[in-house]
């Protein structure tokens, strides 16, 4: 007789990926009218990866897939669901996730895209934890890769020095306990021009324009919309879960600005050294950005099992939400 267990999902491996080609905030000042100063005071980066001319957004993600794979001793076949979080797919179709199926030689298992910008690795694992809480799989891998630099103006100083290329993947597994104990996620399409690319498919087929075929942002108006939503997101997941802030371990932010981090950090009263920075190294990738800086501190032995994470993001949409996750 089939017993009518509770089922959570738990993240049983993280892999993370980044191009190998490095451009730095002094080779931007070769390209444009900026300053390395100017770089680290507004936004704390450094430096960011930059997906090599034969590299996909698949590529990206398949070296993540497999090193969560890796970490969670999990055979590809065996994966029963791939969700792939991307902004930057390698072609209007198949999705992302069914070219990343292909490469890791999985067979029939549901595979598709999840497109929320920044805010896509939380909606991925969002929809995967949902998969996993009914019952409909025992195991999922998530990804969020992007190779923004293709839809990057590399002449528009707003925006060239902000994005970075990337891949970050986890392994989420059914568990009698959390795991992911809960994510909140929420979108306001009235914000569609503060962050967008105006070219696409059915409205504006992508032509040679570089403007269409760029990233727009109006930063200071992202900025403070960013700010209030991210720590308005975060309290609402701890008061939904009765969970004070003192009771968080980490905060995992999507890394976009090392001044929006430190807010949100702050608004918890949080120790500058809970919460995992990784901006600095890689810029804001996106989708892949929660999973790169999860995966870091993992590997690097900050994030311990056991330990309680929480994690948010917010991006083009707009669109926000958070994940609480028992490691
Ligand atoms: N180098 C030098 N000067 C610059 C640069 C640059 N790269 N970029 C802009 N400036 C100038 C502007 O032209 C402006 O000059 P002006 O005063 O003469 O007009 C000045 O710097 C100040 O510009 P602000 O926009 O007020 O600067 P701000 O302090 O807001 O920082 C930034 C800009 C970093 C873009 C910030 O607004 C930001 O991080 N915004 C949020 C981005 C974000 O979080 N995105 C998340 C989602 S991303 C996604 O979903 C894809």
């Not at 049983?12 to 490095?22: D, H, R």
């Not at 444009?32 to 960011?48: C, L």
């Not at 909606?123 to 019952?135: H, K, P």
């Not at 795991?179 to 967008?196: K, S």
Request: with cysteine.
């Amino acid at each position: 007789m089939s017993q009518n267990k509770h089922q959570f999902s738990r993240i049983i491996g993280t892999g993370g990926y980044l191009p190998e080609k490095v451009l730095t905030n002094h080779d931007l000042e070769k390209m444009v009218d900026t300053s390395d100063a100017w770089i680290r005071e507004r936004t704390g980066i450094e430096q960011r990866h930059i997906a090599a001319e034969n590299q996909t957004t698949a590529d990206l993600a398949e070296q993540a897939a497999r090193q969560a794979l890796n970490a969670a001793s999990l055979t590809p076949e065996a994966i029963e669901l791939i969700v792939v979080a991307t902004t930057t797919p390698d072609k209007i179709f198949p999705s992302t996730a069914c070219l990343l199926q292909q490469r890791l030689g999985n067979h029939g298992a549901p595979a598709f895209d999840v497109q929320a910008v920044c805010s896509g690795f939380i909606y991925a694992l969002s929809v995967a934890d949902q998969f996993i809480r009914t019952g409909a799989v025992n195991n999922a891998l998530v990804v969020g890769a992007e190779t923004l630099s293709r839809i990057i103006d590399w002449s528009d100083r707003n925006t060239c020095v902000l994005f970075g290329d990337g891949a970050g993947a986890v392994v989420l597994a059914a568990s009698d306990e959390p795991g992911v104990i809960n994510t909140h996620i929420h979108a306001d399409g009235q914000y569609e021009t503060l962050l967008h690319v105006p070219s696409g498919v059915s409205k504006k087929p992508v032509t040679d324009s570089l403007s269409e075929r760029s990233m727009h942002m109006r930063g200071s108006e992202v900025f403070k919309v960013a700010v209030n939503t991210l720590s308005q997101v975060a309290t609402e997941t701890l008061e939904k879960n009765h969970i004070h802030p003192s009771d968080l371990d980490w905060l995992v932010p999507h890394q976009a600005n090392k001044r929006i981090i430190d807010a949100t950090g702050r608004k918890l009263k949080l120790k500058p050294e809970q919460v995992v920075v990784t901006v600095n190294k890689h810029a804001n990738t996106s989708a892949a950005s929660v999973p790169l800086a999860l995966n870091e501190a993992v590997r690097d032995g900050r994030i311990q099992p056991g330990h309680l994470v929480l994690m948010e993001a917010f991006g083009g949409g707009f669109t926000w939400g958070s994940a609480l996750v028992r490691m």
